[in-house]
């Protein structure tokens, strides 16, 4: 039976509906926002397998070009592979959400929130997002939920609720938040260098409409009637000898935690895991059965050890105090033939950055319900397995595309308009080590790139990623942490910024209530850490190189008007096609009549520019003009000054020293015609003898006349007079 709750949350309603779609689905809700509605199902699958120490959980978000009226582009008119932005929505709805399912379920989880309509006002996302939770919190998939999520943006000072879209492009902040009744379990999103106060206090606004849209999943809860929950596939189980192990390993292990260096140390525990196993092996204690059983319970002692000596004592497994930051080296150039590069070592994470300038013909173009877009800035990410010393496929999985995008975000605030720098910009990021924080390291990287290829950006940029150890309200908050750190603690809180705010942050916690205090102090303590950062980064490079390298492609830009774009283009492109034959140049026209001419030398731009301005230009009395000669008759030549203008070169001149010449312009038997260097003081012309001329022959002439009509009279310039 069709169930329908409906709650204001900002300009509009959030409706949830139930029980009329995919009602074969475990679970199925329909959220509509204004005119944005997305149905999400959840389903599981029969098998159940109970050596699973994860959730097998895959979310599939996905539009519809119907849902805005449209057909998808190219040649095949069916929606394909999943777009960027699909990636990144499924991220959103991911991450928040894997934590609260049992890993004791035992069996695949999916999700497929799907875009059915769009009104190109309110973003589908978030209403994905929610119509996600709701429905696995409604279906009989154990679950602790709810949770819900909102987007808010800061604009004009004030913070608005699931914004349209014109507002977000128009905010100084944009966040996405994800949480339950009890806290914040995600944030992310991008701002333009915002204050630490400023986003916490979007957080708390945030959170106050995510717990009335949990406490309403929990009153439709009531209203379609809680199903009975799918039992467990096993009972969490402990390894029978975990004592025993204590006993044998737990002494060595502590020493080998702190061994200096991740391959030295992985190596170490490695080993002890190794003399573990066959020692029991040897004692008869392992079967097939609690095999897994071993593993875990060295795993938690190596877990133990690590957060105990953070929380008591303040030492992490490198040594480092909590708010210490690993050893930094930031290089410039790296690479000579490119456009930009640079190169960030943090450690034993690097990350080497390659700008590229290109054109407006490089830009992204992007076919999506919300519209037609052209990215003329993009970041991509890539992390090689050899990067944690491991061999595997080279490929761009959601991982890169998530951390590329959050890059990308980071940056994209610095990055000056299109109006202001004209070129397409591409940034590559190629991680070679990873130890933690590559995504950050690829900010500082990409941010030293820019200013190395010349792009104007307004100040460098650095990210630092943060970690939590908790245990009651005992907290320690960590600095630029490593990959065991993010494993083993209770937050990732990556934060990107320049000196004077933040540009870019994600925010993912594996505890169920973060404070706002124990969120201030870490966004101080990352504060802190990027000023350090920048420090270093501009004793490199602290400001954009003047001028572009000479590798990258040039770009002039003019403006003309509207009406006028007809003759640059020409009959057929005819004019247009000649001006880049001619000087070798890539000649772009865009509605508003600017001009855009990409080419690798400048004197052939600057001169292909000055062809342009001559074509468009309204003639003037006394200007000179290289012309053509179009067509010769008895009374002279008419003279192609621009493709669009022509003037006339007449054989008749009235003179007191001269007659009306009868003979073919340029004939030996008409002796005077319209040549001479100008009115002399007396007001007389100087009559020279013509020279004769043929069609198609360029000469030079100067405007002598324009009458009401626009008709142009010409005479040929000697070259003592020009």
């Known amino acids: 039976m069709r169930k329908i709750l409906k709650l204001k949350i900002g300009r509009d309603e959030l409706v949830l ?26 389903c599981c699958s029969t098998n159940v397998r109970e050596d699973l120490d994860f959730v097998p959980l895959s979310v599939e978000y996905n539009e519809k070009y119907y849902a805005a009226g449209k057909i998808p582009g190219g040649f095949i008119k069916r929606e394909g592979k999943p777009k960027d932005k699909e990636i990144l929505v499924s991220r959103l709805i991911d991450r928040p959400m894997r934590p609260l399912f049992d890993k004791r379920f035992g069996r695949e989880i999916q999700v497929i929130p799907t875009t059915l309509a769009t ?46 879209f014109e507002e977000i492009h128009d905010s100084d902040l944009d966040i996405v938040v994800a949480g339950s009744l009890n806290g914040i379990t995600m944030v992310e999103g991008g701002a333009n260098e915002v204050s630490e106060d400023i986003l916490l206090s979007a957080i708390d606004s945030a959170h106050e409409y995510i717990k009335q849209i949990c406490n309403a999943q929990k009153e439709f809860l009531n209203i379609v009637g809680e199903k009975e929950k799918l039992p467990l596939a096993f009972e969490e189980k402990i390894f029978e000898f975990k004592e025993e192990l204590r006993d044998f390993v737990y002494a060595d292990l502590k020493e080998a935690c702190f061994v200096k260096g991740k391959l030295n140390r992985d190596k170490a525990i490695t080993l002890l895991r190794n003399k573990s196993y066959e020692h029991f092996s040897s004692l008869e204690k392992l079967t097939d059965s609690n095999e897994s059983l071993f593993h875990k319970a060295f795993d938690d002692f190596e877990k133990e050890i690590v957060r105990s000596s953070i929380l008591n004592n303040k030492i992490r497994t490198d040594g480092r105090a909590p708010n210490e930051i690993r050893d930094i080296l930031a290089e410039v150039d790296i690479l000579s033939r490119t456009h930009g590069s640079a190169l960030f ?29 052209r990215l003329n800035f993009m970041l991509h990410y890539n992390f090689p397995p050899f990067s944690v010393g491991e061999t595997g496929r080279l490929m761009t999985g959601r991982r890169e595309i998530g951390h590329g995008h959050l890059a990308q975000r980071a940056l994209e605030s610095i990055v000056p308009g299109k109006n202001d720098f004209p070129y397409t910009i591409r940034v590559v990021s190629e991680v070679l080590e990873s130890n933690g924080s590559s995504s950050m390291a690829t900010v500082c990287a990409g941010s030293m790139s820019l200013m190395t290829a010349g792009v104007p950006v307004k100040r460098q940029v650095a990210g630092i990623a943060m ?40 925010m993912d916690i594996k505890i169920e209530n973060v404070t706002k205090q124990l969120m201030r102090d870490a966004l ?35 403006q003309i008007d509207i009406d006028k774009i007809s003759l640059v283009i020409g009959s057929t492109g005819k004019t247009v096609k000649a001006i880049t034959d001619e000087f070798e140049v890539k000649v772009q026209i865009e509605q508003n009549g600017k001009i855009i001419l990409f080419g690798a030398d400048d004197f052939k731009m600057q ?54 010449g009868s003979g073919r312009f340029g004939d030996s038997n008409n002796r005077y015609s319209r040549f001479g260097s100008g009115d002399n003081r007396r007001g007389n012309v100087g009559l020279v003898r013509p020279p004769k001329l043929e069609e198609g022959q360029r000469i030079k002439v100067r405007i002598i006349d324009i009458d009401k009509f626009g008709k142009i009279d010409l005479e040929i310039v000697k070259d003592k007079d020009y």
Do not use: C
Request: a negative charge; zero cysteines; charged letters at 25%.
């Open 119 to 164: 009104d190109q006002l309110n973003p589908p996302d978030i209403v994905g997002m929610n119509a996600a939770f709701t429905a696995v919190f409604l279906s009989d998939i154990p679950f602790n939920g709810p949770i819900a999520a909102v987007r808010m943006v800061y604009l004009n000072g004030k913070f608005i609720v699931n914004p349209s």
């Open 467 to 506: 970690g939590l150890v908790s245990e009651g309200e005992k907290y320690v908050v960590l600095s630029d942490i490593l990959g065991e750190e993010d494993h083993l603690g209770d937050m990732d809180f990556k934060v990107a910024g320049t000196e004077n705010g933040i540009t870019g942050f994600q």
């Open 345 to 373: 070592t943090r450690g034993e994470t690097q990350a080497l950055a390659v700008t590229t300038l290109g054109t407006s013909i490089d830009e992204q173009i992007m076919d999506d319900i919300d519209g037609d877009k």
């Open 524 to 558: 101080e303590q990352a504060r802190l850490g990027r000023i350090h950062i920048l420090s270093i980064m501009n004793s490199v490079i602290s400001n954009s190189r003047v001028g572009i390298s000479e590798y990258a492609p040039k770009i002039v830009q003019l």
């Open 607 to 660: 001169k292909a520019k000055e062809k342009i301005e001559s074509i468009v230009r309204e003639p003037k009395v006394g200007e000179i003009y290289e012309g053509v000669v179009k067509k010769i008759n008895s009374f002279g030549a008419f003279i192609e000054l621009t493709p669009a203008k022509e003037g006339f070169l007449s054989t008749r001149l009235k003179s007191r020293d001269s007659r009306y």
């Open 17 to 42: 509906e139930t029980g009329f779609m995919a009602k074969q689905a475990n679970g199925s809700v329909l959220a509509t926002y204004g005119g944005s509605s997305v149905l999400a199902t959840v």
